[in-house]
């Protein structure tokens, strides 16, 4: 499951956060999702929650902040909003459009005890 294996990610920053910084617990962790990552945020908690146990992070909130999707349109050669990966140009309606923003996953801060 791809869910499974971005929380396994997400794990491993905050250890090696917490190891770098000295901290022991986590209350919240705050990530940053691109619309056009294809991630289920339901999902992504659940695995969250899982794969959190024993570690510095267990019970910690998982907030979820959805960033926009963006792509670049060939035939206005302009950068365009899209809320899809393939999505059209809103614009023009060409299909030549190549996502520049929104597939990233990242973690944007975490909140210690
Ligand atoms: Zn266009």
Redo the contacts with the bound molecule.
Sequence with gaps: MHEMSLAEGIRQIVEDAGRRQGFRKVKTVVLEIGQLAALEPDSLRFCFDLVMKDSIAEGAVLQIDSLPGRGW?A??AET?PIAALYDA?P??G?YQVQASGGTEMRVKELEIE
Excluded: D, I, K, T
């Design positions: 349109c035939r206005c365009v140009c614009r023009c060409s």
